[in-house]
């Protein structure tokens, strides 16, 4: 090999050519990652999922209230649908049940 192209690959280290990092932000990229469950997050993949098994909502809304979103806020609208849906499941259960006692 020629030793003008091994003396040149030793004074430019390979990363020489990477954008320098922004100092305000070092988390550029981080939501960068795919979601899980299929790319639709936790989230919506429950609230499908809560039409077949509707436990699955109180599953979400209770990562809701634990603030499982601060770990990627993505996940944020999908557990306050799955929030809401488990309210309206509960009050239509409840007047189910009112209705067919009384």
Request: proline content about 7%; charged content about 15%; some cysteine.
């Amino acid at each position: 090999m020629d030793q003008n192209l091994l003396q040149d690959a030793k004074e430019h280290p390979s990363n020489s050519n990477m954008p320098p990092e922004d100092v305000e932000n070092n988390q550029l990229g981080i939501f960068d990652r795919p979601l899980p469950c299929f790319g639709c997050g936790i989230g919506w993949f429950s609230l499908l999922l809560g039409f077949v098994f509707p436990f699955m909502w109180y599953y979400a809304t209770i990562l809701y209230f634990r603030n499982y979103y601060q770990r990627d806020p993505r996940e944020r609208a999908g557990l306050a649908a799955n929030a809401i849906a488990a309210l309206i499941f509960t009050v239509a259960a409840l007047v189910a049940v009112a209705l067919i006692v009384l």
